[in-house]
């Protein structure tokens, strides 16, 4: 059993930032996957993944503004989100996945508001 909490949403303009954190709790393993899904009214997508490794893929609708990072040590996992687009308000869902029974396992976030709006 993982357990994920989700830290920085909030309301901010467009073109502002906003760092969103979540921090893995529990029956960690070495090699896993953390990362971002985002749910709002008529789209559900992922944002962003990283694996343990350091590996890393995007949305299309992210590339070059938003960026995930992640400090093992810490079991966290990091959205820098820049260049925010009233288009990225969302409830993002941070989750962390790995194999170690053979086969995926996930667990999610609670979620956190990101709203982006004058």
């Known amino acids: 059993q993982v357990q994920l909490v989700e830290s920085g949403g909030g309301l901010v303009q467009p073109g502002g930032s906003l760092r969103l954190s979540c921090a893995a709790s529990?029956?960690?393993?070495?090699?896993?996957?953390m990362g971002w899904h985002r749910q709002a009214p008529g789209k559900h997508e992922l944002v962003a993944e990283i694996?343990?490794?350091?590996?890393?893929v995007y949305a299309d609708s992210v590339k070059g503004r938003f960026t995930i990072s992640r400090d093992n040590a810490k079991n966290t996992v990091y959205l820098q989100m820049n260049s925010l687009k009233p288009e990225d308000t969302a409830n993002y869902r941070c989750?962390?996945?790995?194999?170690?029974?053979?086969?995926?396992?996930?667990?999610w976030g609670q979620g956190t508001q990101v709203t982006v709006s004058s």
């Open positions: 529990g029956n960690i393993f070495s090699f896993n996957t």
């Open positions: 694996t343990s490794g350091g590996s890393s």
């Open positions: 989750y962390y996945e790995d194999s170690e029974l053979g086969y995926a396992v996930r667990s």
